[in-house]
């Protein structure tokens, strides 16, 4: 199984831009589908964004979908959220969470491994 750790986190204004990572441990990251999903304070938690194991398929938010970039380095064992035009709404803690079934990623639906998060504020 593996193991996962966010960075990238922190203070925006509207319009900004940040980079999220999640690096992984153990020898089998490259098997597990990955994805970001997000909660923000008094919300239900929400689906960001997707990838498969070889990185040729991603999906997204309709929310993130154009401003957002999911992708991932199997050789580095890390995955990286790029979140341009930022904007109010996108504040919220943001985890990243791995499963081999890509399904369970998308519906967020007994993903088996997350990470602990990193929070993202962005400011008006």
């Known amino acids: 199984q593996v193991q996962l750790v966010e960075s990238g986190g922190g203070m925006v204004q509207a319009g900004g831009s940040l980079r999220l990572s999640c690096a992984a441990s153990?020898?089998?990251?490259?098997?597990?589908?990955l994805g970001w999903i997000r909660q923000a304070p008094g919300k239900e938690r929400e689906f960001v964004a997707a990838?498969?194991?070889?990185?040729?398929?991603?999906y997204y938010a309709d929310s993130v979908n154009g401003r957002f970039t999911i992708s991932r380095d199997n050789a580095k064992n890390t995955a990286y959220l790029q979140m341009n035009s930022l904007k109010p709404e996108d504040t919220a803690v943001y985890y990243c969470t791995a499963d081999k079934s890509y399904f369970k990623v998308v519906r967020i639906l007994g993903v088996e491994v997350w990470g602990q998060g990193t929070l993202v504020t962005v400011s008006s």
């Open positions: 153990g020898r089998t990251f490259s098997s597990y589908a």
């Open positions: 990838i498969r194991v070889t990185g040729a398929t991603t």
